[in-house]
């Protein structure tokens, strides 16, 4: 472990540009629950039924139950060691983006500035009437589904599945995965297109590829340089440590 930690934080420090890909686990240790897993949200909510764009749109607000659980935890969440890693490299130029799949804003709330957000963020609605956009606040949401001034429906500023990932986070991801010379991968289950081609389009592209999960993902064997088993918010501190 310590000798993986070593060699990670020496691919850092040679490279020129380091860009990291984050999911759910590096929310965990804030207590945000992942999606997958023995714990995760999609044991308790079936993602067809509560996460595809035409579930909402055949009852908004049956799904919007499911939203306002997890926007009640997002609330309450801080950011952990791991965001607060990620966001101490960017400052001291070790790091030069974040591409998340989260939706929580909590690598903004650490103090990172340079974040794609590929599947969106919870913290704004969009009315689906009149297209306003409105930051989200726990009053708008306490009757469900929470309407527009103009009367329409409101919705989270988040791709649901059977949407399309918005073209600029695309477009700026792909260009992070190929101009980056290595690419961190942590907490995600690296099984959702096209988020999880980024590492590979990276490692096409020359990068090396350090991933850090609590298991072994699709990624481990086939794609990353170094793979460090363990929670994002023990082994971010450690790395950093020896930058
Ligand atoms: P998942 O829930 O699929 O995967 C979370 C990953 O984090 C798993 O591989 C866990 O092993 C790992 N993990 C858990 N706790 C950890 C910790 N403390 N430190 C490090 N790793 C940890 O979440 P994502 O990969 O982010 O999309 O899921 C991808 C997308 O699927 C989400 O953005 C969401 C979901 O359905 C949409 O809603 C469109």
Request: net charge neutral; charged share 20%; glycine share 8%.
């Amino acid at each position: 472990m310590d000798r993986k930690i070593i060699s990670a934080a020496l691919l850092i420090k040679k490279a020129k540009k380091v860009s990291a890909l984050t999911g759910a686990g590096i929310s965990a240790e804030s207590g945000i629950a992942p999606f997958r897993g023995s714990n995760g949200i999609w044991k308790k909510y079936d993602p067809e039924e509560y996460a595809h764009i035409d579930s909402f749109m055949n009852n908004p607000a049956k799904v919007w139950k499911m939203i306002s659980e997890l926007l009640d935890i997002i609330f309450k969440a801080e950011p952990n060691k791991g965001h607060l890693c990620l966001s101490a490299m960017e400052k001291s130029g070790c790091l030069y983006s974040i591409i998340t799949q989260n939706v929580d804003g909590l690598h903004q709330a650490a103090g990172s500035r340079n974040v794609i957000e590929f599947h969106g963020n919870n913290m704004l609605l969009i009315c689906m009437a009149c297209g306003k956009k409105i930051k989200t606040e726990k009053e708008i949401y306490r009757k469900i589904p929470p309407l527009c001034p103009c009367g329409g429906i409101l919705r989270p500023d988040v791709v649901f599945f059977g949407e399309p990932i918005p073209q600029r986070a695309i477009t700026e991801s792909f260009a992070e995965a190929k101009s980056c010379d290595v690419m961190l991968v942590i907490g995600t289950s690296a099984v959702v297109t096209p988020a999880a081609e980024i590492p590979i389009i990276a490692k096409e592209n020359g990068a090396k590829i350090i991933e850090i999960n609590i298991e072994s993902t699709p990624l481990t064997d086939a794609v990353a340089n170094i793979s460090i088993f363990g929670k994002a918010g023990e082994i971010l501190p450690e790395i950093v440590k020896n930058l």
